[in-house]
Nanobody, 119 residues
Framework: QVQLVESGGGLVQTGGSLSLSCAKS????????EGWYRQAPGNERELAARFSSGGDTIYADSVKGRFTISRDRGTLYLQMNDLKSEDSGVYYC???????????????WGQGTQVTVSS
């Protein structure tokens, strides 16, 4: 069972930077895709950035050129630069897991970390 623990959120001023981390443990060999999602109050959860199953990076248009997703075996990262007030929200790490050939892919979510950008 994959477990995810996010860290690195906080309060930052407009134009500032934050770096988020997501520590992965337990069954990480079953991960086929992974990424960061975010949810602002009153809004639906949306993609910020992710790695596809083929290893391609995918970014939401609103964060292109400002956010960078990266990873090593045990941790997923999101570097966020030139932050704007509209970037505020709870950021979630998520991985898609497929434990065996017969298994369906399912998504596992972290607990989320709050990012607040103030002007």
């Amino acid at each position: 069972q994959v477990q995810l623990v996010e860290s690195g959120g906080g309060l930052v001023q407009t134009g500032g930077s934050l770096s988020l981390s997501c520590a992965k443990s337990g069954g990480i060999r079953s991960i086929v895709a992974e990424g960061w999602y975010r949810q602002a109050p009153g809004n639906e959860r949306e993609l910020a950035a992710r790695f596809s199953s083929g290893g391609d990076t995918i970014y939401a248009d609103s964060v292109k050129g400002r956010f960078t997703i990266s990873r090593d075996r045990g941790t997923l990262y999101l570097q966020m630069n030139d932050l704007k007030s509209e970037d505020s929200g709870v950021y979630y790490c998520a991985v898609d897991v497929k434990p065996s050939i017969e298994s369906l892919i399912r998504r596992v979510w972290g607990q989320g970390t709050q990012v607040t950008v103030s002007s």
